[in-house]
């Protein structure tokens, strides 16, 4: 799924963003949102980290979730506003432009589920360990954490060919965007050492995307 580092293209035209990612990733991307938030129940509260269009603030607020997106691009809110208002869903959604960095902001132990789509990896590496750290805080004991992104392969071989196919779009994208993703390396691990267990890990078959179920335990002190 090299083939995320195009989204930085359509980010850039945030009205094609939903129409290219649905080519992009062969529809693949769909059901690994919908396994995620199959997990959601009705009056839970949600946090979106880089909501974007609102791929996912979408399908948590169909499941009777309470909803908060964050992103930093207004105009990907924007979009997402307009699709909330056309499903009829905008009373149980809250779109802010927030970024990661202001975290700090939020209520501790006030979400039930914190979830991200595609936007780890366009982080950089502190502002992934504040993320986690900061997500571990806001999340209520036995709290998840549902987080599907591209990420570097474990096997030598995966990687060779990973970076092969993703260094011409690596180049594109930057000559047309200035801007790229970095794959997320060892978040699962991260996520353990901050005493998060990862229920479940799934990877693509060539070991460059993940959708992953992390939850905060019972006893976890903030
Ligand atoms: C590839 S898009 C994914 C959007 C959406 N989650 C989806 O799956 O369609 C990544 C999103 O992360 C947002 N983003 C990037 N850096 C961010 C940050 N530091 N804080 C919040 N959002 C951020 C971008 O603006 C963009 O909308």
């Known amino acids: 799924m090299s083939t995320y580092i195009l989204m930085r293209m359509l980010e850039s035209a945030p009205s094609r963003y939903d129409r290219g990612i649905r080519l992009l990733t062969l529809g693949r991307l769909n059901k690994a949102y919908d396994r995620l938030t199959s997990l959601i129940k009705q009056g839970q509260k949600v946090l979106d980290i880089g909501c974007g269009t609102g791929a996912l603030t979408i399908r948590a607020a169909l499941r009777g979730a309470e909803v908060k997106g964050i992103d930093i691009n207004p105009q990907m809110l924007e979009i997402a506003k307009k699709r909330l208002n056309e499903a009829n869903l905008a009373q149980n959604v809250k779109l802010c432009e927030m970024g990661v960095a202001e975290l700090g902001s939020e209520e501790p132990?006030?979400?039930?589920?914190?979830?991200?789509?595609?936007?780890?990896?366009?982080?950089?590496?502190?502002?992934?360990?504040?993320?986690?750290?900061?997500?571990?805080?806001?999340?209520?004991?036995?709290?998840?954490?549902?987080?599907?992104?591209?990420?570097?392969?474990?096997?030598?071989?995966?990687?060779?060919?990973?970076?092969?196919?993703?260094?011409?779009?690596?180049?594109?994208?930057?000559?047309?965007?200035q801007t790229t993703t970095r794959a997320v390396r060892n978040l699962p691990e991260e996520l353990r050492r901050e005493g998060f267990t990862v229920e479940s890990l799934r990877l693509s078959k060539m070991g460059n995307f993940m959708e992953m179920v992390a939850k905060k335990p019972e006893e976890m002190t903030k």
């Not at 992934?128 to 096997?155: F, T």
């Not at 970076?163 to 594109?172: H, T």
């Open 109 to 177: 132990e006030s979400y039930d589920i914190v979830m991200s789509g595609l936007c780890f990896s366009e982080l950089s590496e502190g502002e992934i360990n504040y993320a986690v750290k900061e997500m571990k805080r806001i999340l209520k004991s036995g709290g998840l954490l549902l987080i599907a992104d591209e990420v570097v392969p474990k096997s030598r071989l995966k990687r060779v060919i990973n970076c092969l196919v993703r260094l011409p779009l690596v180049a594109i994208t930057y000559i047309l965007t």
